[in-house]
């Protein structure tokens, strides 16, 4: 069964970075047949993808246009865990941020991690 | 991007009626190899969103058969039999065929 426990401060400053962290059991951040996302929700943005990285032989990143040059997404191998950092946040991103495994093959989501509510206030 | 549009926003449901959700695509989410890329996922009160129906009619391990997806190229529809007390949540659809992968607006399902 896996399980991803996120972790990380739920609290920032405007132009602070944001930072989380996924901690992942039952499979690897190195899997062949998965890839590792982070997905936020809020209520005037509902739910929206923002990256993803995976294993193929090679590390591959992709990202939202919407905050593609704020966000970095980095696979941990020594300690099978991914993370997220947002640079230069602003209240815009308020919002509660899951981590979540996606099964290539269906291309589902079916693992997400508990979520974690971030908010950006001054 | 891919702009999933789902109605209604909100459905009250007397346990044991059938409910029906809606859900249309901007564009076509057939492949080439002839997969149809539509997942639904349930937010129940205060967890996060869980998998209930991968491409587009596969219920995801533990899913009870009173629920159901079908549908075709642009418009989907999910449905449940019988609606009981603890089916209460947002449900939303997704497109899996691009990246970036989008969401519905989700629909309310709530108790009369």
């Known amino acids: 069964q896996v399980q991803l426990q996120q972790s990380g401060p739920g609290l920032l400053k405007p132009s602070q970075t944001l930072s989380l962290t996924c901690a992942i059991s039952g499979d690897s951040v190195s899997s062949n047949i998965a890839t590792w996302n982070w997905i936020r929700q809020s209520p005037s943005r509902g739910l929206e993808w923002l990256g993803r990285?995976?294993?193929?032989?090679?590390?591959?990143?992709d990202f939202a246009l919407s905050v593609k040059g704020r966000i970095t997404v980095s696979p941990d191998t020594s300690k099978n865990q991914f993370s997220l950092q947002l640079n230069s946040v602003t209240p815009e991103d308020t919002a509660v941020y899951y981590c979540?495994?996606?099964?290539?093959?269906?291309?589902?989501?079916?693992?997400w991690g508990q979520g974690t509510l971030v908010t950006v206030s001054s | 991007d891919i702009v999933m549009t789902q109605s209604p926003l909100s459905l009250p449901v007397t346990p044991g009626e059938p409910a029906s959700i809606s859900c249309r695509s901007s564009?076509?989410?057939?492949?080439?190899?002839?997969?149809?890329?539509l997942d639904w996922y349930v937010q129940k009160p205060g967890q996060s969103p869980q998998l209930l129906i991968y491409l587009v009619s596969n219920r995801a391990s533990g899913v009870p058969d009173r629920f159901s997806g079908s549908g075709s190229g642009t418009d989907f529809t999910l449905k449940i039999s019988r609606v009981e007390a603890e089916d209460v949540g947002v449900y939303y659809c997704?497109?899996?065929?691009?990246?970036?992968?989008?969401f519905g607006g989700g629909t309310k399902v709530e108790i009369k």
């Open positions: 979540a495994r996606r099964e290539a093959a269906g291309n589902y989501f079916d693992y």
């Open positions: 990285t995976f294993y193929r032989s090679k590390w591959y990143y």
């Open positions: 564009q076509s989410l057939l492949d080439s190899k002839g997969y149809t890329f």
């Open positions: 997704m497109q899996a065929l691009q990246v970036p992968p989008t």
